[in-house]
T-cell receptor, first 113, second 116 residues
Framework: GAGVSQSPSNKVTEKGKDVELRCDPISGHTALYWYRQSLGQGLEFLIYFQGNSAPDKSGLPSDRFSAERTGGSVSTLTIQRTQQEDSAVYLC???????????FGPGTRLLVL | AQSVTQPDIHITVSEGASLELRCNYSYGATPYLFWYVQSPGQGLQLLLKYFSGDTLVQGIKGFEAEFKRSQSSFNLRKPSVHWSDAAEYFCAVAAINAGNNRKLIWGLGTSLAVNP
């Protein structure tokens, strides 16, 4: 079956512009996660959606970052007024529920010039 | 607070040699533990997980890990490393936050290089 998909695969933007990153989770998965992975770094948790519960936004680094999940499926991560330090690979994962195996998408590589 | 420590940032082994990657966690309750692998240019893939039961867990690609509660460890092992095992390995522990939501806490990863 289809895995987690993310788009775009690569994004180059200018400092100060807004970007939107999309994640399509595996059908039926109620939990969805966004992570950021900077060069040579581990995974930095950003935000977690579980069903209809309020999302866990504790990992968002600033108010320039936001995410939504429409209809319990597709999610969009938005970064406003991008900065060079936002350059990283943004990974999305989904799972059946919060403690089960997370399946990762291929990531979106963001470069802010 | 929950945390995961992978003490070795980088390890190099020879092909055919045995491998052990260390992982220590800090968590008040019984942990749910995971090992993921990220190969160059590839996405993250689950190697194995421990939820309960037998403390020695078998995974894919010939990997195994042993949960040792007394040492707060979940070390990953492989008896004979293959060149294709060169990758980044991440240990993670499942945590429940104040809102009763569940997420994974990740280590910083161990980069494995394999010499021919």
């Amino acid at each position: 079956g289809a895995g987690v998909s993310q788009s775009p695969s690569n994004k180059v933007t200018e400092k100060g512009k807004d970007v939107e990153l999309r994640c399509d989770p595996i059908s039926g998965h109620t939990a969805l996660y966004w992570y950021r992975q900077s060069l040579g770094q581990g995974l930095e948790f950003l935000i977690y959606f579980q069903g209809n519960s309020a999302p866990d936004k504790s990992g968002l680094p600033s108010d320039r970052f936001s995410a939504e999940r429409t209809g319990g499926s597709v999610s969009t991560l938005t970064i406003q007024r991008t900065q060079q330090e936002d350059s990283a690979v943004y990974l999305c994962a989904s799972s059946l529920e919060g403690l089960s195996t997370q399946y990762f998408g291929p990531g979106t590589r963001l470069l802010v010039l | 607070a929950q945390s995961v420590t992978q003490p070795d940032i980088h390890i190099t082994v020879s092909e055919g040699a045995s491998l052990e990657l260390r992982c220590n966690y800090s968590y008040g309750a019984t942990p749910y533990l995971f090992w993921y692998v990220q190969s160059p240019g590839q996405g993250l893939q689950l190697l194995l997980k421990y939820f309960s039961g037998d403390t020695l867990v078998q995974g894919i690609k010939g990997f195994e890990a042993e949960f040792k509660r007394s040492q707060s460890s979940f070390n990953l092992r492989k008896p004979s490393v293959h060149w294709s095992d060169a990758a980044e390995y991440f240990c993670a522990v499942a945590a429940i936050n104040a809102g009763n939501n569940r997420k994974l806490i990740w280590g910083l990863g161990t980069s494995l290089a394999v010499n021919p």
